[in-house]
């Protein structure tokens, strides 16, 4: 159903992956190929290990940082624009930010 399709989750964290692990799933049932974002954590490899998932690690820092967040931004675009996704799903506060800016 979704086979060529790909989605990106980006959080700023990767304790949040809890919310989407039942969907991502469901969507890698279906042929899509998904995509975790969070700042690099081993709780980012293992949950993209138990759910034969892509992860990436971008530093994000919670706290407002301009200099941190424009690096985090650029290095999001850039993933976006190797990446190409079909779908952007962006959580947490500053996830939701730069993923939507980037």
Same mark, same amino acid.
């Given at each position: 159903?979704?086979?060529?399709?790909?989605?990106?989750?980006?959080?700023?964290?990767?304790?949040? !992956?809890?919310?989407?692990?039942?969907?991502?799933?469901?969507?890698?049932?279906?042929?899509?190929?998904?995509?975790?974002?969070?700042?690099?954590?081993?709780? !980012?490899?293992?949950?993209?290990?138990?759910?034969?998932?892509?992860?990436?690690?971008?530093?994000?820092?919670?706290?407002?940082?301009? !200099?941190?967040?424009?690096?985090?931004?650029?290095?999001?675009?850039?993933?976006?624009?190797?990446?190409?996704?079909?779908?952007?799903?962006?959580?947490?506060?500053?996830?939701?930010?730069?993923?939507?800016?980037?």
């Amino acid at each position: 159903m979704f086979h060529g399709r790909s989605l990106v989750h980006v959080f700023s964290v990767a304790d949040s !992956l809890i919310f989407v692990t039942d969907q991502v799933r469901r969507l890698r049932e279906l042929g899509m190929d998904v995509t975790l974002v969070a700042s690099p954590d081993e709780r !980012l490899t293992r949950v993209g290990r138990a759910l034969g998932v892509r992860t990436v690690g971008v530093p994000m820092a919670r706290r407002v940082s301009p !200099l941190d967040d424009w690096e985090s931004l650029g290095r999001l675009r850039d993933l976006f624009t190797q990446l190409a996704p079909d779908i952007v799903h962006a959580h947490t506060p500053k996830g939701g930010l730069l993923g939507m800016l980037a």
